[in-house]
């Protein structure tokens, strides 16, 4: 694109020439921090946005033996929001029971990153929902959640592979009640922000998720999260290095990011 851009490409024709994922989320959160630095006004403020709050990330329970993941969840219990992985493998009930006896006051999601069987759901959603799960997130692989649409779920289930870009939401409906926006998947803030607002239009809670990736990959995600039921923006509490100046993580909650580092 580096033609295109110096011939003065910008973020509106991006959206045209580019399909959505991380390489055009990349250069159009870029656009919006040069837009916002030019205005001299905060993006948040040129997206029509209200004054971004702090936000709270939840903080992520690795998939472990249920010992190990019990260890973790005490070391987090005074958290409000824990995020635990699980396998579907069968033996998850055990691992959520283990967590919730670590962090018994704690608020549970959970993310099966696709890795459901269709029989393991229908035994285990029960269980999950007992122990307090509130959301499970994409238990079937993309390419099989058509049966959830016939599925009685107790719980709230979540869309992430399964949501991409704003052409995927009408797929999703009958199926989920929260969308995971993810700006590597969107390609970027201006579709993640069309996207937000077309799934609380159709229903839909929302989630914003991420890759792993430094603050700056983070920061517009700031804005979205002002209007998500759940933030999962730990990627850079996971680095060993973040890059300067970095957004401020008081805890797990997150201020809106000094225009120093984008916006």
Known sequence: ???AVEAGLDRTGLQALLKPGAARNALDCAFWDLEA??????AWQLAGLATPKPVHTVLTISLDDPDKMEAAAR????LPLLKLKLAGDGNDVPRVAAVRRG?????????????????????DAPQLAALGIEMLEQPL??????FLRDFDSPLP????????ALDSLPALIGKYSVVNIKLDKTGGLTEA?????????????????CMLGSSLGM??????????????????????????????YTGVQIAPPDPALWG
């Open 157 to 164: 289930l979540g869309a992430d592979e399964s949501a991409h």
């Open 103 to 123: 962090a018994p006051q704690a608020r549970l999601i959970a993310d099966a990153n696709e890795g459901y069987r269709r029989e393991f759901l229908i035994a």
């Open 193 to 209: 922000l069309a996207l937000a607002k077309a799934a609380r239009e159709a229903g839909f809670e929302i989630m914003v998720g």
């Open 75 to 78: 070391a987090a219990a005074d």
């Open 37 to 42: 630095k030019q205005a001299g006004k905060p």
């Open 141 to 146: 692989p993309a390419a099989e959640d058509e």
């Open 1 to 3: 694109m580096r033609g």
């Open 219 to 248: 920061a517009p995600g700031v804005l979205v999260a002002q209007m998500a039921k759940y933030v999962d923006l730990d990627a850079p509490l996971l680095l060993a290095k973040d890059r300067v100046p970095a957004l401020a």
